[in-house]
């Protein structure tokens, strides 16, 4: 009797740390009421990575519209540009973009400009080292977008760049309404609508932008050390997309 030996399905994504492959940043889209023409949500990032956090000048969060959706008004952060929005008169919404690009508030925002864990700057640490400082949030008033769980289209696309590239970002996924409970835990409420997208890190998306490392030997001849080949952190092994390694610099021995 011959035996068929099973077919394996080996799935091969770029978005993988070697040395914390488990960890994300998940990103938490809580719609918390319905507005005539859409909604308010709060939008909060978890840092569940081990090692990295995210540095000045901190995180970019994108994403693109489903439909002709506009951001009437954020508190929290803001988007890096307004767009086109020449059609609207008298009430302008605060970013007319197809694509926006959030960034978070700085320190010493005024107060009501402010929501919990907010205006850090973009500074994000890990939780397994700072829970506290792992959470980031900010709210944003929706406009043309559906008002009903039926109607409401999940946004696409979504980047982070923390602060620079290496990020994947997954699409946005339903989950069950978050649940929400007042200070003395005597009351809970949940959100209208909740999704969910999971953003994991990259080592080799990261590496490529330049990033160039110079050798350097104290010996007295190059011929002992001699400069690598290809010194640009490239993957090609034959180095033909690199930048040519600079020649050998000759130290005296002392």
């Known amino acids: 009797m011959k035996l068929r030996s099973p077919r394996v399905t080996i799935r091969v994504t770029e978005a993988y740390d070697s040395l914390d ?18 909604y308010v949500a709060v939008v909060t990032m978890y840092n569940y990575q ?36 020449s059609k609207f008169k008298g009430n302008i919404p605060h970013s007319c973009k197809k694509d926006p690009t959030v960034v978070d508030l700085l320190p010493g925002t005024p107060y009501d ?6 205006c850090k700057g973009g500074v994000l640490s890990t939780f397994n ?12 008033s929706v406009g043309l977008a559906g008002t009903t769980t ?4 999940l946004p696409k696309n979504f980047t982070l760049r923390g602060p620079g590239p290496g990020y994947t970002c997954g699409r946005a996924i339903v ?9 003395d835990g005597r009351r809970a409420t949940r959100a ?16 490529k932008t330049s990033s160039c490392c110079l050798s350097l030997s104290a010996s007295s001849s190059s011929a ?13 092994p034959n180095g033909t997309n690199c930048v040519k390694c600079a020649d050998s610099l000759i130290f005296h021995p002392n």
Request: glycine content about 6%; hydrophobic content about 35%.
């Open 175 to 183: 989950r069950k309404p978050t649940m929400f409970f007042t200070a």
């Open 224 to 236: 002992i050390v001699d400069c690598p080949t290809c010194s640009c952190g490239c993957q090609n």
């Open 150 to 153: 039926k109607t409401v289209k």
């Open 50 to 85: 081990q090692f990295r956090h995210i540095g000045p000048p901190g995180w970019q969060l994108g994403w693109t519209w489903a439909k002709q959706e506009v951001i009437w008004s954020m508190v929290g952060a803001q988007t890096t540009q307004q767009g086109d929005c």
């Open 21 to 38: 492959p488990n960890s994300n940043i998940t990103i938490k889209w809580d719609v918390m009421e319905w507005t005539p023409d859409g």
């Open 113 to 118: 400009m402010q929501i919990a864990n907010c």
């Open 129 to 140: 080292q700072d829970p506290e400082n792992s959470i980031s949030s900010f709210q944003l």
């Open 192 to 207: 209208r609508m909740t999704w969910q997208v999971v953003c994991t890190y990259s080592q080799f998306l990261a590496q």
